[in-house]
């Protein structure tokens, strides 16, 4: 199994661009989390999918950032507008059907986000 | 407010000694607890997860305990050996709906030759 797959693995974009991040989850995982990481505030959970549904998106910052997920083995996070702030390392995480946010999360390599 | 603080922040240690990590969480209700290790530039790992009944798992040369009478978990490494340099995150889970997922702030661990 290739894991949970992350494109792209860095990004550099200018403040005001639109920034997309993809994830790919591990075959058969029915449940995908994107998180986002700083030195400042360590790990966050943004957003957390269950058989594409977004089931809880309440660490999604501001409504510049929305995660879709249109079918089982594939979501993206967008960002319109970037701002500095917005730079950080953004991970997806996978987990097995039925365990939610239960269960072992299998993390991908993570998108290294810089804007200018 | 759910809390989960660890400490110490960061830990020196030489290769082949042992070491302890600790975590003191205030989340309730309680579903379980995880501990990660991060190597630099990549994701976390799942390293254990143990739920209200369970007080210890071990995973090689990783021992994991947790007291939820306390709300304590620690890390233990044995034998510690250079790819053990990493950052270790204690993540508790709650256990309703509005009780996701809080983590903790890491504990960076560098083991020297």
């Known amino acids: 199994d290739a894991g949970v797959i992350q494109s792209p693995r860095h990004e550099v974009t200018e403040m005001g661009q639109e920034v997309t991040l993809r994830c790919k989850p591990i075959?058969?995982?029915?449940?995908l989390f994107w998180y986002r990481q700083t030195m400042m505030r360590g790990l966050e959970l943004l957003i957390y999918?269950?058989?594409?549904?977004?089931?809880?998106d309440s660490g999604m910052p501001e409504d510049r950032f929305s995660a879709k997920m249109p079918n089982a083995s594939f979501s993206t996070l967008k960002i319109q507008p970037s701002e500095p702030r917005d730079s950080a390392v953004y991970f997806c995480?996978?987990?097995?059907?039925?365990?939610?946010?239960?269960?072992?999360?299998?993390f991908g390599p993570g998108t290294r986000l810089l804007v200018l | 407010k759910n809390q989960v603080e660890q400490s110490p922040q960061s830990l020196i240690i030489l290769e082949g000694k042992n070491c302890t990590l600790q975590c003191n969480y205030t989340v309730s209700p309680f579903s379980n607890l995880r501990w990660y290790k991060q190597d630099t530039g990549r994701g976390p790992v799942s390293l254990t997860i143990?739920?209200?009944?369970?007080n210890t798992k071990s995973n090689g040369r990783y021992t994991a305990t947790l007291d939820a009478d306390t709300k304590q978990s620690s890390l233990h490494i044995t034998a510690s050996q250079l790819s053990d340099s990493a950052s270790y995150i204690c993540?508790?889970?709650?256990?309703?709906?509005?009780?996701?997922?809080?983590f903790g702030g890491g504990t960076r661990l560098m083991v020297k030759p």
């Open positions: 993540v508790v889970t709650g256990d309703n709906a509005g009780n996701m997922l809080t």
């Open positions: 075959s058969g995982h029915n449940s």
């Open positions: 143990m739920t209200f009944s369970e």
């Open positions: 995480a996978s987990s097995p059907q039925d365990s939610g946010a239960q269960g072992t999360q299998y």
């Open positions: 999918f269950n058989n594409n549904v977004p089931i809880d």
